[in-house]
């Protein structure tokens, strides 16, 4: 298992990303201090996980890729991922396919500054 791997794992025990458990795993990526790359995908994290996660893209000076793939992010959950990518400097690699994110979510998403640096796979 290497440590992306390990990292996953542990995350997944002690945290259980689940919608009742996403408050404390933004805190843990707030704090990271190692991890680059970061795959969430088929977790449910809906708009309110995308919010307490954005929160934390905005202090996160580490994480490179986030795979966020089939979440049911939303309008909501782009918007304020958008927002958050307005801060965050290191985020390169963002995979946000299959989210019913909408075209009122992805016009407002493309149009951050941040669109130009980050390589999105399209919804």
């Known amino acids: 298992m290497n440590k992306k791997q390990e990292f996953e794992s542990i ?3 002690e945290y259980n990303w689940r919608r009742r458990k996403q408050i404390p795993l933004s805190e843990v990526l707030k704090k990271n201090k190692t991890l ?8 449910q994290i809906q708009a309110e996980g995308t919010k307490a996660l954005s929160e934390a893209l905005k202090e996160n000076e580490i994480v490179s890729e986030l795979n966020l793939s089939e979440n049911q992010i939303g309008t909501k959950g782009i918007k304020s991922l958008g927002e958050a990518l307005k801060v965050n400097q290191t985020l390169t690699k963002l995979d ?24 999105h796979i399209p919804t």
Not at 36 to 43: C, G, V
Not at 96 to 118: D, V, Y
Request: proline share 3%.
């Open 11 to 13: 995350l997944q025990r």
């Open 36 to 43: 680059t790359e970061l795959a969430l995908s088929t977790n």
């Open 96 to 119: 946000l396919s299959r989210n019913r994110i909408g075209c009122e979510g992805m016009k407002a998403f493309s149009e951050a500054p941040h669109s130009k640096r980050t390589k």
